[in-house]
Each structure stands twice: as C-alpha cells, then as structure tokens.
C-alpha cells in the first residue's frame, strides 16, 4: 500500500506565502507524476499544478506566476510554494501520485489533503 501525507496548510492573510509537502511511501517502485489539486466549497476539484519526474511542469491558470511546483525524487515528495495569496485560493489542497508499485502495477493515490485559508 502506499500512502500520500500533506503539510504545510493553515490560515494566512492576503499576499502572504505558504508552503505545501506532500510524501509519498510505501510500496513504490517510481512515480510518475505529481499533481496538487484543490476543491473551494461549493465548487468542483481543480488542478493547481503538476510535474512530471524529469520536471516539467504545468499550472492551472489562476495560479501561473503565483505559485511553483517542484519535487524531491529521492524523497517522494513534492512541494507547492505558494506566494502572493488570495481569498480565492482558500480550499483544500490534495496531492495526487500517479506511481508504479513494486508489483509492476501503476495506480493513483489521493492524500487526504491540507486547509488553506487566506483572509485577513
């Protein structure tokens, strides 16, 4: 089995900075990629960025410029550091692996994701 553990949210005031971890472990033979998304309330799921294990990386519109998107290999782990937030990024953030086990199956796995609130 593996598991995916987020860190790192909290409340913060309007065009601060935080930093989300997100670690992989388990049974994990590679991970293929990383993703964080988010869901505000009432609205759906949203990818915020992702990144591939050679590190290429996308954003979602609304947080391109704002927010970075990087990983440790040999950690499992990927970041999202976050800066200049604003009350419409307030959700919870989730990260999701797409990964090879040491079965030689690939599967996705969700964490149970991390609060941020951004208001004054």
């Known amino acids: 089995q593996v598991q995916l553990v987020e860190s790192g949210g909290g409340l913060v005031q309007p065009g601060g900075s935080l930093r989300l971890s997100c670690a992989a472990s388990?049974?994990?033979?590679?991970?293929?990629?990383m993703r964080w998304y988010r869901q505000a309330p009432g609205k759906e799921r949203e990818l915020v960025a992702g990144?591939?294990?050679?590190?290429?990386?996308n954003y979602g519109d609304s947080v391109k410029g704002r927010f970075t998107i990087s990983r440790d290999n040999a950690k499992n782990t990927v970041y999202l550091q976050m800066n200049n937030l604003k009350p419409e990024d307030t959700a919870v953030y989730s990260c999701?692996?797409?990964?090879?086990?040491?079965?030689?199956?690939?599967?996705?796995?969700w964490g149970k994701g991390t609060l941020v609130t951004v208001s004054s």
């Open positions: 388990g049974s994990i033979f590679s991970i293929s990629v």
């Open positions: 999701n692996a797409y990964l090879r086990e040491f079965n030689g199956y690939y599967k996705s796995y």
């Open positions: 990144i591939t294990t050679g590190g290429s990386t």
